[in-house]
């Protein structure tokens, strides 16, 4: 998993609580990315960055935020928890900046999230 | 945009043989392939750029034909630890760094 670390493992929100999921990586890589995985759905892009303080939205970044002030980190926050949020997120990281560098990335162990 | 693979899934005896397919409505500049566990993350297997090139190690390898925006896995001699789920992530380039996957390929093992 390249040095990702993603934490917490479980959550258990109530609908309308706000929570952050956090990413961290210790090898300086660039590229830092947001999925979500539901049955059925594959994985789904929320948020990337290829850089601090750059941040570009994927294919589903309604009710998330995030930023990337440090290159080690990359938070994602849901400002308001709904059910439909229940899923795995899995933060991605790559070496370098751009995908079409061949950059390989790599996937955390994942957060299990559930929205009550 | 979600590119497609197919077929969603598939069974086979140990020693068998299997492709999977992926394919894209947009012209790409590289494709990524993950096998997944379940309860597990996506592992990397390979990386495919622009070029028609064609990759492999062990007995699994793959190919990109960029015409037909097009993708293949191709897993010989399958063995019970190829079992899993299958992900091909596409790249279209032109700026976007959006690694965008399909919804996976569930691939069984047996006996």
């Known amino acids: 998993n390249a040095g990702v670390t993603q934490t917490p493992k479980f959550q258990v929100l109530k609908t309308g609580q706000s929570m952050t999921l956090q990413c961290a990586q210790d090898m300086n890589h660039e590229y830092m990315s947001w999925y979500r995985q539901d049955p059925g759905m594959g994985l789904r892009l929320i948020h990337y960055s290829v850089g601090a303080g750059i941040t570009d939205q994927g294919e589903v970044p309604n009710g998330y935020n995030v930023s990337r002030s440090t290159t080690e980190d990359f938070p994602l926050r849901l400002l308001s928890a709904a059910p439909s949020q229940t899923s795995v997120y899995f933060c991605a990281v790559g070496r370098r900046k751009f995908l079409s560098s061949g950059n390989t990335i790599y996937f955390g162990e994942g957060s299990w999230l559930t929205v009550v | ?111």
């Open chain 2, 1 to 111: 945009q979600q590119p497609v693979q197919s077929p969603q899934a598939v069974i086979l005896r140990e020693g068998e043989d299997a492709v999977i397919n992926c394919s894209s409505s947009k012209a790409l500049y590289s494709v990524h392939w993950y096998r997944q566990k379940h309860g597990e993350a996506p592992v990397f297997l390979m990386i495919l750029l622009k070029g028609g090139e064609q990759k492999g190690h062990d007995k699994i390898s793959a190919s990109f034909n960029e015409k037909k925006q097009q993708s293949s896995l191709y897993l010989t001699a399958s063995q019970l630890s190829y079992s899993g789920t299958y992900f091909c992530g596409t790249e279209k380039g032109g700026g976007s760094e959006k690694l965008v996957f399909g919804k996976g390929t569930k691939l069984t093992v047996n006996p």
